[in-house]
């Protein structure tokens, strides 16, 4: 009888591409009659917000806008004013998609430069650049083999863990809701929106993602140059249609805001809020086929080929939330008024025994020093996302890292300052196997070992019971029998009897 080979298929999820490009930016600002004019810039930022990103034919095609927001102080005696513009862009990318399919799409960003200069009081002239960088994740197909059959062969098989894409979709939609602000004159100077890690549940191909966007809005009166911060929670329970999703499977749901506003409303003497808000939905089935890591005929030469192959051992979401304080200096007789954080995307590389994954924080303070003008300075430090260091070097970390809640406490040319960060986002562990390829019994050739005698061995703690069988030619079962093992693997030094194989 010739040997037969039987195959399962299973996939593996793999990082397509990790691309980096950088979008100019060159624009003006035109301040309305009702703006203040430009005496001094004080700060320049620029953040991104994804609206949609969709492949067609190998190329990555994203689309949004750039929020370029400039701080400036009005003549003397001012307090700090604010210019924003939305810069709508379209980023393509070229991808080396081949046979695998995508499954999700992470695109991350930071200002490298930003020049804004007065060109007079009313109009600013801006030079600078973004980068952006998108890592591009996929499923590939690998075949194992599940069972070789043949006149004498022997076969070590393991459950191998697999996960394939069960659905993913994106829903937008915006949250409206009234702000309690005493004040009817006041002026925004920035809303900075967090979004905590939202409750995720699935129910045949529904996935519901219940959670909250927390707004910060700093503003001023009119009355006064102190920056106020009023925070305002927006609560949302949407449902998302995710095909073929599952109670078991492993759902994630990325958040995101792509925009905020603030309005006055005469009839109500109320002011409004509306954040538009997007979830990207993603799901992941488990599932464990047999296969093949080696094979051996008890009777005949054989020929055998093996192959490496990463499998997704394990997909788990990462949600923490990270105190993190600092002391800077303020200068003499400086009065911090504001702060704002930038965080670089997060990076990982393997070191001895470990990865390493960081990303960097800066804090631009903003002071008012006592000649009565606005000054920035900028404090950077590296975080280590230090229960990460067990990944293994082929793990898919994919983590973002975003600022929530701040606050600061002056003492005379100091300034302590707390801030929780999010670090959100899930890691597929992967593991390395050696399974078969191929094999093939050459039953021409009878092999040259006598298996006609009980044969006696001096087993060591630890070893398998399939390689002693390889070595010496027998059938792993009866080994196992005839020495009344309960276990494929040794638990001590032992004297082993081998019987002789019997077709």
Same mark, same amino acid.
């Given at each position: 009888?010739?040997?037969?080979?039987?195959?399962?298929?299973?996939?593996?999820?793999?990082?397509?591409?990790?691309?980096?490009?950088?979008?100019?930016? @060159?624009?003006?600002?035109?301040?309305?009659?009702?703006?203040?004019?430009?005496?001094?810039?004080?700060?320049?930022?620029?953040?991104?917000?994804?609206?949609?990103?969709?492949?067609?034919?190998?190329?990555?095609?994203?689309?949004?806008?750039?929020?370029?927001?400039?701080?400036?102080?009005?003549?003397?005696?001012?307090?700090?004013?604010?210019? +924003?513009?939305?810069?709508?862009?379209?980023?393509?990318?070229?991808?080396?998609?081949?046979?695998?399919?995508?499954?999700?799409?992470?695109?991350?960003?930071?200002?490298?430069?930003?020049?804004?200069?007065?060109?007079?009081?009313?109009?600013?002239?801006?030079?600078?650049?973004?980068?952006?960088?998108?890592?591009?994740?996929?499923?590939?197909?690998?075949?194992?083999?599940?069972?070789?059959?043949?006149?004498?062969?022997?076969?070590?098989?393991?459950?191998?863990?697999?996960?394939?894409?069960?659905?993913?979709?994106?829903?937008?939609?915006?949250? @409206?809701?009234?702000?309690?602000?005493?004040?009817?004159?006041?002026?925004? =100077?920035?809303?900075?929106?967090?979004?905590? +890690?939202?409750?995720?549940?699935?129910?045949?191909?529904?996935? +519901?993602?219940?959670?909250?966007?927390?707004?910060?809005?700093?503003?001023?009166?009119?009355?006064?140059?102190?920056?106020?911060?009023?925070?305002?929670?927006?609560?949302?329970?949407?449902?998302?249609?995710?095909?073929?999703?599952?109670?078991?499977?492993?759902?994630? +749901?990325?958040?995101?805001?792509?925009?905020?506003?603030?309005?006055?409303?005469?009839?109500?003497?109320?002011?409004?809020?509306?954040?538009?808000?997007?979830?990207? *939905?993603?799901?992941?089935?488990?599932?464990? =086929?047999?296969?093949?890591?080696?094979?051996?005929?008890?009777?005949?030469?054989?020929?055998?080929?093996?192959?490496?192959?990463?499998? !997704?051992?394990?997909?788990?979401?990462?949600?923490?939330?990270?105190?993190?304080?600092?002391? *800077?200096?303020?200068?003499?007789?400086?009065?911090?008024?504001?702060?704002?954080?930038?965080?670089?995307?997060?990076?990982?590389?393997?070191?001895?025994?470990?990865?390493?994954?960081?990303?960097?924080?800066?804090?631009?303070?903003?002071?008012?020093?006592?000649?009565? @003008?606005?000054?920035?300075?900028?404090?950077?430090?590296?975080?280590?996302?230090?229960?990460?260091?067990?990944?293994?070097?082929?793990?898919?970390?994919?983590?973002?890292?975003?600022?929530?809640?701040?606050?600061?406490?002056?003492?005379? !040319?100091?300034?302590?300052?707390?801030?929780?960060?999010?670090?959100?986002?899930?890691?597929?562990?992967?593991? #390395?196997?050696?399974?078969?390829?191929?094999?093939?019994? !050459?039953?021409?050739?009878?092999?040259?070992?006598?298996?006609?005698?009980?044969?006696?061995?001096?087993? #060591?703690?630890?070893?398998?019971?399939?390689?002693?069988?390889?070595?010496?030619?027998? #059938?792993?079962?009866?080994?196992?029998? @005839?020495?009344?093992?309960?276990?494929?693997?040794?638990?001590?030094? #032992?004297? =082993?009897?081998?019987? *002789?194989?019997?077709?």
């Amino acid at each position: 009888m010739s040997t037969k080979i039987f195959y399962d298929n299973m996939l593996t999820t793999a990082k397509l591409a990790e691309l980096s490009a950088e979008h100019s930016v @060159e624009t003006e600002i035109l301040l309305a009659d009702y703006d203040q004019p430009v005496f001094k810039i004080v700060k320049s930022t620029m953040e991104h917000s994804i609206t949609q990103k969709y492949i067609t034919k190998n190329k990555l095609v994203t689309e949004g806008f750039i929020r370029l927001s400039v701080y400036y102080q009005p003549p003397e005696g001012e307090k700090l004013s604010v210019a +924003t513009q939305r810069i709508p862009f379209q980023k393509q990318f070229e991808l080396p998609l081949e046979n695998a399919d995508v499954s999700f799409i992470n695109v991350y960003g930071n200002c490298q430069y930003i020049n804004a200069r007065p060109q007079n009081p009313t109009r600013i002239d801006i030079r600078g650049a973004y980068m952006f960088t998108v890592k591009v994740c996929g499923q590939s197909p690998v075949k194992a083999v599940s069972a070789a059959k043949g006149n004498a062969v022997c076969c070590n098989s393991r459950e191998v863990a697999s996960f394939y894409l069960s659905g993913q979709n994106i829903r937008q939609f915006t949250i @409206e809701d009234e702000l309690d602000i005493d004040s009817q004159q006041i002026k925004i =100077i920035r809303i900075h929106t967090c979004t905590p +890690t939202p409750a995720v549940t699935t129910y045949q191909g529904k996935l +519901t993602s219940k959670g909250e966007v927390v707004a910060d809005i700093y503003y001023t009166l009119s009355d006064s140059r102190e920056v106020k911060k009023y925070s305002h929670t927006f609560l949302y329970n949407q449902i998302i249609d995710v095909s073929e999703v599952k109670e078991n499977h492993v759902a994630y +749901t990325d958040v995101s805001v792509t925009n905020v506003s603030v309005s006055y409303d005469a009839d109500s003497k109320k002011y409004l809020a509306g954040v538009t808000v997007q979830l990207d *939905a993603v799901s992941f089935a488990k599932q464990e =086929i047999i296969a093949v890591t080696d094979a051996f005929s008890c009777c005949f030469d054989y020929r055998s080929t093996e192959k490496q192959v990463l499998t !997704d051992k394990n997909i788990y979401q990462v949600d923490k939330t990270l105190p993190f304080k600092f002391t *800077a200096d303020t200068g003499r007789d400086s009065t911090v008024c504001h702060i704002i954080f930038d965080i670089s995307p997060v990076r990982s590389y393997y070191e001895i025994n470990k990865t390493a994954v960081k990303a960097k924080v800066s804090a631009n303070i903003i002071t008012l020093n006592s000649q009565n @003008e606005y000054e920035c300075s900028e404090y950077s430090e590296d975080i280590m996302l230090s229960w990460l260091e067990n990944c293994g070097r082929n793990d898919e970390i994919l983590v973002k890292l975003t600022a929530g809640d701040s606050s600061f406490v002056q003492s005379g !040319d100091k300034v302590q300052v707390n801030v929780n960060l999010y670090a959100q986002g899930f890691v597929i562990e992967k593991e #390395q196997l050696t399974l078969l390829e191929s094999f093939e019994e !050459d039953t021409d050739n009878p092999c040259s070992d006598d298996n006609g005698n009980l044969t006696v061995y001096y087993a #060591q703690k630890g070893e398998q019971v399939f390689d002693i069988a390889k070595q010496h030619r027998a #059938q792993p079962q009866h080994i196992m029998d @005839e020495n009344e093992l309960q276990n494929d693997i040794l638990m001590a030094d #032992q004297m =082993i009897f081998i019987p *002789a194989f019997e077709q």
